[in-house]
């Protein structure tokens, strides 16, 4: 069982690491292909996309992959079960963009925003069905599909967009960026062939696994909303941060070119730096949930225990030499991935409270691995209000950008440590 959690951790870790050299280079393609104006177009786009591809899983793939793993129900027909509720809140969601494209897109104050932002409904139901696809596979502990139809997905993204973002250039940049949203359709339904093709071949479904049961449906909304809800309220409290900590500045006298370039430092280059071994992490946490679902449902508490602290373990092992490098050498990293020497000091206060954010994605897997995902959405709340208010009275003290990272700092914290209370309170 041990082996069986350390080569899931291994496959994706190194999944993981090709898709994001597959990212960076599907950005690079992109950036080049369509050019500043069309960049800037797909990024105004970008936290609407992400929101309604939220929206749209509504925390159902982290419920099945739960639910399978506790391998205590007909798996088949939860499996559609989940599909009925996928398909209306996707079918509610479409209609939304539909009717509210013109709105969203003069929110935006941009109207070529409105074609791409059309684009989005007819996405939205692949990759909400690619999701659960792919948790169904997590839930069953076997993370190979997962890692190749994320790989393929990419490549075919790739190939995409070097072919038709040349055709549709020329018919203006809307279209482009239009297209780059589309091309999701065909990526995430090519990797939900490629989930298909690792199903066992002797695999029957009769009609009785066809009918959803209501108990089922009931369950996975129990662990999806909470899910869903505690990622709105994260984004929320992001959306704010730039609005609050903007208003206190200029209210205390700071000139908005210096907290354009302060906050430009800290959210472009100190924070994704910072987040870099987060990435690991996030592959331990996805490797815990259905090891933690299955075993807890077991009552095989001591087990549990003994894998939860595993998981925080490898994080620190991760975490610990990351944080040291980033407080002693700080400006080595900056200079070879950003070509700069700004943020230093900002690096070397949050690198060791980062440490604790290292462990956060174990605790919060647990939590949802548990049944308890309104716990993660209440440390996320707890989070976002503690951050908000203490941007805005730090702010107030005129000590610039340290009011945000006190506030950033004070928020992991309360979100870490709140997760680990309870986490030790379920596993007693």
Known sequence: MKEKFIKSILILIVGGLLTKVLGMIIKIVMSRLIGTEGLGLYMIILPTFSLFIGLGQFGLPTALSKLIAENTKNNKRLFFSILPITFIINILLIGFIIIFSHPLSNLLHNPKTYLPLLAISLVIPFTSLSSICRSYF??????????ISNITEDIVRLLLMIIGIPYFLPKGIEYAVCFIILSNVISELTSIIILILFLPKNIKITKNDLKPRKDYMKESLSIGIPTTTGRLIGSIGYFLEPILLTTSLLYCNYSSSFITREYGILSGYVMPLLLLPSFFTMA????L??????EYERKNYSYVKRKVKQAIFYSLCIGIPATIFFMLIPEIPLKLIYNTSEGINYIRILAPICLFQYIQSPLSSTLDALGKSKDAMIATLLGVITRSILLVILSLLKIGLYGLII????NVLVVTFYSLKKVKKYLK
């Open 289 to 294: 949930l259905p090891v933690v679902a299955k």
């Open 407 to 410: 506030a950033i700092s004070i």
């Open 284 to 287: 331990i946490s996805q490797a």
């Open 138 to 147: 997590f839930g069953k502990e076997q993370m190979l599909p997962h890692v």
